[in-house]
């Protein structure tokens, strides 16, 4: 898989969220891969039945490769409370519901860290964690991880990015995820740390590292 990706080729992305859509084509775009969804493909979503974000990553990814022909790569991501445990983690998405309502859902996180006491923003610590899995038509696999850390606020703030966004405040910053622009805020995602990481693997030896 170390050099699966060359300049002019197509990759699917494994997802039917349009906000995370968008993240990969910045992501990829100075690397001359053309993006495909899995969406606009006709590739379902998949059921999320693994236990953990690497296995989530892994069943959605080899699902579109296996249905397209072409490499894919998926992400799964959430957010992890440290008061909460860890939680929603894998479930992010599902605390918000078949309708995808992150406002509900954040509306959940602030209920459950309001029973806790958690009020300060060191009691409100959080980080989003991303694993990446980039899946050949052959079976192939690999797994590319990041995370970002910061702390919650509420009443949530700003109306860019998508999900738990806007009221998420990385470290070294003072706005939420939802009030920064999206250039800066697709540089300190842990989807942009996934990324780099998968970059430095497949584009080691090639322009596309630096280009």
Request: aromatic residues 10%; proline residues 6%; charged residues 25%.
């Amino acid at each position: 898989m170390a050099h699966l990706l060359q300049r002019g080729d197509s990759l699917v992305i494994a997802t039917h969220n349009r906000g995370k859509l968008f993240e990969f084509e910045q992501l990829f775009a100075p690397h001359g891969i053309s993006i495909r969804s899995a969406a606009d493909l006709g590739v379902p979503e998949p059921d999320e039945t693994g236990e953990s974000f690497h296995e989530n990553a892994q069943l959605k990814a080899m699902v579109s490769a296996f249905a397209t022909g072409m490499p894919a790569l998926a992400d799964d991501s959430g957010l992890e409370v440290e008061a909460l445990g860890g939680a929603p983690g894998i479930y992010s998405a599902r605390w918000a519901g078949e309708t995808r309502d992150f406002s509900a859902a954040m509306a959940r996180v602030e209920r459950e860290l309001a029973e806790k006491g958690a009020t300060s923003p060191e009691q409100r610590r959080a980080n989003f964690a991303c694993v990446l899995c980039l899946a050949s038509p052959e079976g192939e696999v690999s797994f590319y991880e990041g995370k970002v850390f910061g702390h919650l606020v509420w009443p949530p703030r700003g109306t860019h990015g998508f999900g738990y966004d806007p009221m998420f405040v990385p470290e070294g910053y003072d706005v939420t995820f939802g009030e920064m622009e999206p250039a800066l805020k697709h540089t300190l995602t842990h989807r942009a740390k996934a990324f780099a990481a998968l970059r430095e693997a497949l584009f080691a030896d090639d322009d596309l590292k630096t280009a």
